[in-house]
């Protein structure tokens, strides 16, 4: 004969609680929290390839610039021959292109594994909340964490553009990881606030580096 065995509710609602912290951590198991810094950053099983993906007419030299100085400090870089823009991107109002359009045509254009960075001469814009601007001009746009950005050279003036357009690049490909902007005037994750300060940044702040060094980048 089977004795008849007593489940009381506390043990189910502690079983089932158990069940969800497993599932919620097997699910996310691509984020992590840095002690430090205090925030999630984006970090692949296996080092993504960074896709450079020129839009048409953007300059093969501004692209070629870009992988170079990229190489430097990530191997894994890649270009794509130049797509014409979405038209749905584009506003004719403000003859500009809607940058988080451009983003998740890029994001679902983009495979698992790789990470995409739109490049384009054309003037891009987004919706700034905190300046209440609905078409608000800016140089590059980004999904945080994510596989894919955007970057325009429409605002970059100087005899050091292209050095200009590098550091935009490795800002939004930061943003990809997860990092936010940075408090730091030097360093590459500062905020632009509507303003070209690309001269004062020289390099990612230590607690920048450390998350950009764990996603694989070679910095020093």
């Given at each position: 004969?089977?004795?008849?065995?007593?489940?009381?509710?506390?043990?189910?609602?502690?079983?089932?609680?158990?069940?969800?912290?497993?599932?919620?951590?097997?699910?996310?198991?691509?984020?992590?929290?840095?002690?430090?810094?205090?925030?999630?950053?984006?970090?692949?099983k296996?080092?993504?390839?960074?896709?450079?993906?020129?839009?048409?007419?953007?300059?093969?030299?501004?692209?070629?610039?870009?992988?170079?100085?990229?190489?430097?400090?990530?191997?894994?870089?890649?270009?794509?021959?130049?797509?014409?823009?979405?038209?749905?991107?584009?506003?004719?109002?403000?003859?500009?292109?809607?940058?988080?359009?451009?983003?998740?045509f890029?994001?679902?254009?983009?495979?698992?594994?790789?990470?995409?960075?739109?490049?384009?001469?054309?003037?891009?814009?987004?919706?700034n909340t905190?300046?209440?601007?609905?078409?608000?001009?800016?140089?590059?746009?980004?999904?945080?964490?994510?596989?894919?950005?955007?970057?325009?050279?429409?605002?970059?003036?100087?005899?050091?553009?292209?050095?200009k357009?590098?550091?935009?690049?490795?800002?939004?490909?930061?943003?990809?990881?997860?990092?936010?902007?940075?408090?730091?005037?030097?360093?590459?994750?500062?905020?632009?606030?509507?303003?070209?300060?690309?001269?004062?940044?020289?390099?990612?702040?230590?607690?920048?580096?450390?998350?950009?060094?764990?996603?694989?980048?070679?910095?020093?």
């Open positions: 004969m089977y004795k008849k065995i007593r489940v009381f509710p506390s043990v189910v609602i502690c079983c089932l609680l158990l069940i969800g912290i497993i599932s919620c951590n097997y699910k996310h198991e691509n984020y992590e929290l840095t002690p430090k810094t205090g925030f999630p950053f984006f970090t692949h296996k080092k993504p390839t960074i896709v450079l993906q020129p839009f048409a007419n953007f300059t093969q030299a501004d692209v070629v610039f870009v992988a170079t100085h990229l190489r430097k400090i990530y191997p894994k870089v890649i270009i794509k021959e130049a797509i014409p823009l979405p038209l749905n991107a584009y506003t004719i109002a403000r003859k500009r292109y809607r940058a988080d359009s451009l983003v998740k890029l994001d679902r254009k983009t495979e698992e594994g790789f990470v995409s960075v739109g490049l384009t001469s054309k003037d891009i814009s987004y919706t905190k300046r209440k601007a609905k078409d608000f001009g800016i140089m590059g746009l980004y999904i945080s964490p994510g596989n894919a950005c955007v970057v325009s050279t429409s605002r970059l003036r100087g005899a050091n553009r292209k050095e357009l590098f550091k935009v690049v490795i800002h939004e490909l930061g943003h990809t990881q997860g990092l936010p902007h940075c408090p730091v005037q030097t360093c590459f994750m500062k905020d632009a606030e509507g303003k070209d300060s690309l001269n004062n940044q020289h390099a990612f702040c230590p607690k920048c580096k450390k998350v950009m060094k764990n996603a694989g980048y070679l910095l020093n």
